[in-house]
């Protein structure tokens, strides 16, 4: 088992794939103290801290195998003002330094696909030109959730960097099989409270989900987004105005259009119902909203896992440069 540190952990999606690829976490680190909560109460066992990770030494990890992390994204949001490095919430400069100082083996950092846009293509540059210093080289890619089994669509903006010999090992995934659909996924959450109309509901709402969205602490409350993605939440049979507190109950109309409760969310997001989120249900939406679905960094973990450990070939060097040239520039 090889071991990692993860920042801006959130509710754990990331870090919960990563512990399935196989990584150790020696540190599981993160500011909100909803999500952090939600990290002990369902991994006692993580070293789990509360904190602004601008303050972190990467020195005390020196020589961990994993440097991970999903730094925040509004500065490359769409829905936001997409002010890059201007925004003081972009974090990727404190990841940066957090890799110069502990040195691990590996580098996985994800984010909104905004950041692949040509808006960013100078950012994106400046990121590897750090990296390569480090002695890493750098792949890029945006990953779709419903190419591995999520029922919504939630592109993601990854990064890995691996020094030179597993970088020559290392794939991006490939997609896991058929799509997954919402309806089958949470069918029996909706027909949990007697529901009459699950099993018509689960007919209509088969097919992929637009992205959920968590806000932020200046936002009013729990929903499913800004009007378009209502609209398509609504083409699956689904209230995205709000998040319901419970399923729908025996006498809620054949035909309606019930909302979501923050388990389907999880659910929807690749979370076992096993997972608990702690925190009233604006919080705990957050957390759902915002998470790196588990089942994309558990694919993207056992393919960074067989490059460290030399458990995959050897790319041919024309094959390895072509594909840094496509992604990481």
Not at 73 to 84: D, R
Not at 94 to 118: C, I, K, Q
Not at 277 to 293: C, D, E, Y
Request: glycine share 12%.
């Amino acid at each position: 088992m090889l071991s990692s540190i993860e920042i801006c952990a959130g509710a754990g999606g990331q870090a919960l794939g990563l512990e399935r690829a196989g990584f150790d976490h020696a540190l599981v680190a993160e500011i909100d103290a909803a999500a952090a909560s939600t990290l002990r109460t369902n991994r006692p066992l993580w070293d789990v801290r509360t904190l602004d990770v601008r303050g972190l030494s990467g020195r005390d990890f020196r020589g961990v195998d994993l440097f991970a992390g999903g730094v925040p994204c509004p500065p490359f949001s769409i829905a936001g003002k997409q002010l890059g490095s201007d925004d003081e919430r972009d974090l990727f400069p404190t990841a940066l330094r957090l890799v110069e100082e502990a040195r691990p083996r590996a580098v996985l950092l994800e984010n909104v696909p905004g950041l692949a846009s040509a808006r960013f293509a100078d950012y994106r540059r400046n990121l590897c030109v750090r990296l390569v210093s480090m002695g890493y080289e750098v792949h890029m890619q945006v990953l779709n959730a419903s190419h591995f089994g999520v029922p919504q669509l939630r592109p993601r903006f990854v990064l890995v960097a691996l020094r030179p010999v597993a970088s020559r090992r290392f794939r991006w995934p490939s997609p896991t099989g058929a799509a997954v659909f919402v309806g089958p996924t949470i069918g029996d959450l909706m027909a949990s409270n007697g529901w009459r109309g699950a099993t018509r509901w689960v007919q209509r709402a088969a097919g992929i989900a637009p992205t959920l969205v968590g806000g932020s602490k200046k936002h009013g409350g729990p929903d499913l987004g800004p009007t378009r993605s209502r609209l398509a939440w609504l083409g699956l049979g689904v209230d995205g105005r709000g998040v319901a507190d419970s399923a729908p109950a025996s006498e809620f109309a054949i035909d309606g259009n019930p909302r979501l409760t923050v388990r389907m969310g999880a659910r929807i997001q690749g979370f076992p119902d096993t997972w608990q989120l702690v925190g009233k249900k604006t919080a705990s939406w957050r957390q759902v909203g915002n998470a790196f679905p588990p089942p994309v960094a558990h694919a993207v973990g056992v393919q960074i896992m067989n490059a460290v450990l030399g458990l995959a070939d050897v790319l041919e060097p024309e094959q390895t440069a072509l594909e840094l040239t496509l992604v990481a520039v």
